[in-house]
């Protein structure tokens, strides 16, 4: 059997759509954070890959979950995850979480309606959120609103990705119901342009995607740490961007992501009226149970 890192797209952390330890997150993050995604990116790749079968991609993601647990050292992603989390004494529960994802993206294939899709995005979204957080001691009072922005992002990179999910890997998040509603069906994603009813789902999971990502608008203000919450304000804006791009266009024949200069110039305007806010604004009470978090 190959090792993980065999199986690698070469698909690194510079080429997401969000930022991934940018220069924001205090130096002495960023390893366990890139730790963190190294990991994740290795099962992602594995659960996407092309070629394999179901049951070699699960039995990859097995192994892969096992040394992280501290047996056997065949995939360096998970051991230096593991080693990071015991320096720090984080425990590996979001990164099983996200195993559990990758699993179901090798066994679900499509999605009933909106909770279904919410449910997926609590073991393929949230835990990334999350794990953050935790990293740098922040209170457990802040998940709700990551949850929300976490999940956000999860469904406009679904939306940004359906045609290339459904040809590539027969994969369609979309929900059926949305589908329904609307008169359209799945296999309607194969086409190079979306057909007027497919628009119409897509626009409208894209306008359910924006009330979901106002859920998250108090999240980088809840943050203690300022540095990660101006990460997360940049995170949001380029977020609201992309929701309001998939209103507006067709994903199977437009562009829907963010060039490097609008990613350049959203993030810098969300830092600088992120520190206004915080400089000029009240700051967060904080728990006093939390303060033996604080980093």
Known sequence: MATAGELRSGKG????N????????????????????????????????????????????????????????DNPEAVRLRNALAERGLPPRHAQDLLTAFRMDVTKLRYDDWD???????????????FVLDVHGESRATWAANDALCAALQINNHLQDCGKDYRDLNRVYIPLDA???????????????????????????????ER?????????????????????????SYARRIVALLQTRDPLSERVHLSKTQFAQYGLGAVVVSLMRRILGPRPARKPQDAQHKA
């Open 179 to 209: 589908f329904a509603a609307a008169g359209a069906a799945p296999e309607e994603l194969g086409a190079s342009r979306a057909s007027p009813k497919l628009l119409r789902a897509i626009h409208d999971l894209a306008a359910r995607n």
């Open 18 to 73: 969000f930022p991934v330890a940018s220069w924001l997150i205090d130096a002495r993050h960023r390893g366990i954070i890139l730790a963190f995604y190294e990991f994740v990116r290795v099962a992602d790749d594995i659960a996407d890959h092309a070629t394999l079968k179901p049951e070699e991609k699960l039995a990859q993601l097995d192994r892969l979950e096992q040394n992280l647990l501290g047996n056997g050292d």
């Open 212 to 236: 979901l990502l106002a859920e998250g608008e108090p999240f980088a203000a809840q943050i203690e740490n300022t540095r990660l919450s101006l990460e997360v304000a940049v995170i949001h």
């Open 13 to 16: 952390h510079r080429d997401e």
């Open 116 to 130: 279904d899709l919410i449910h997926y995005c609590s073991y393929s979204a949230m835990p990334v959120g999350r």
